[in-house]
């Protein structure tokens, strides 16, 4: 099941992130974590992603499953896709959704979902992400601001 509520993506995201590899489904994780001191202090580091830092950026993104690519975000809401070495360029869309950037990319008969979580320091975000509503790959993205 995908996250539907800020809550529910932060809560994967932080049992991703605090006990290792795999990600598990949002219903598998009892809501009352979200009480507990160590997910308050995971939550302190996570920050609200701003459309101009989103815009002013290309950001790299990398993933359990090996692939790295750019990702160029554009103002009308659209974005472009690149594999970093060999440039295949696929398309997507994006949007902000409660301090969070919310990302949509289709590869052929392929859709990749995933709500990026913002972070104080380093700027390296992450995400997890489903593949055709199917839990898929845990991602990190950097912004890297063009000179």
Known sequence: ??????????????????YGAPA???????????????YQQWLAEKAEI??????????????????????VFNQDGSLNEHKLFDRLHTQGTWSLVDGMLKVSITKGENRYEFHV?????PRIYSAIEYKNGELHSYLKLAPVRPD
Request: aromatic share 8%; charged share 25%; hydrophobic share 35%.
């Open 1 to 18: 099941m995908q996250p539907t509520t800020k809550q529910q993506v932060f809560l994967q995201l932080f049992f991703r992130e605090q």
């Open 50 to 71: 701003t459309k101009q830092q989103v815009l002013e950026s290309h950001w790299i993104k990398t993933c359990t499953e090996g692939y790295i690519t750019e990702l």
């Open 117 to 121: 979580v913002g972070r104080k320091a």
């Open 24 to 38: 598990v489904e949002v219903d598998g994780i009892d809501p009352e974590a979200a009480n507990t001191t160590e």
